[in-house]
């Protein structure tokens, strides 16, 4: 990117400078490829120049893991589902989403649970603790109407990292 932009250049009595992102080329100020520098990323990141910035993202096949660096999942079967895969809930009242199965003793210590609803992060409210029994939506609206994905990631060490998907549906319950 080149743009010739004044508010891009910062100046006093005895300079010119550009913003953060930018470079003076010849008295235009110029887009720094940020990408160029093989460390802009992380291992299994891809590098993509913004402008005035540049952002990294997770290369295709891959998924952000629990310390936030990219990891390849294996999709595995976990034996967890939803005690009712659809539930109708009347506007005001409680809805319990209950998981039931069985996430085997030896993957259990290594896993995290993430909840989605219209593939944006959810995060249910209980304390803090992360539970793979379900959760509870408390005083429903019609705003929490949704499918939501818990995507159980299963990261026993830097190489053998397993993912497996559970998601339910919550309906508003029709008036008599």
Aim: charged share 25%; hydrophobic share 30%.
């Amino acid at each position: 990117f080149v743009i010739a932009d004044p508010r891009l250049f910062v100046t006093d009595e005895t300079s010119v400078s550009v913003l953060k992102g930018f470079e003076n080329v010849g008295g235009r100020c110029s887009d720094i490829n940020e990408c160029k520098n093989i460390n802009a990323c992380g291992k299994n990141e891809d590098c993509i120049n913004t402008f005035g910035d540049y952002r990294c993202q997770c290369m295709k096949g891959y998924e952000t893991g629990d310390d936030c660096t990219c990891k390849k999942f294996i999709p595995v079967g976990c034996n967890v589902r939803p005690e009712h895969k659809n539930i109708q809930v009347a506007v005001g009242k409680n809805v319990k989403v209950k998981l039931v199965g069985a996430l085997g003793k030896k993957y259990r210590k290594f896993a995290t649970i993430a909840w989605s609803k219209k593939n944006e992060h959810w995060h249910p409210e209980y304390n803090k603790r992360q539970r793979y029994t379900g959760f509870v939506i408390r005083n429903f609206r019609p705003g929490d109407v949704g499918v939501y994905t818990g995507e159980i990631y299963i990261e026993k060490s830097a190489t053998e990292n397993y993912k497996c998907t559970v998601s339910v549906n919550v309906c508003l319950q029709e008036s008599l």
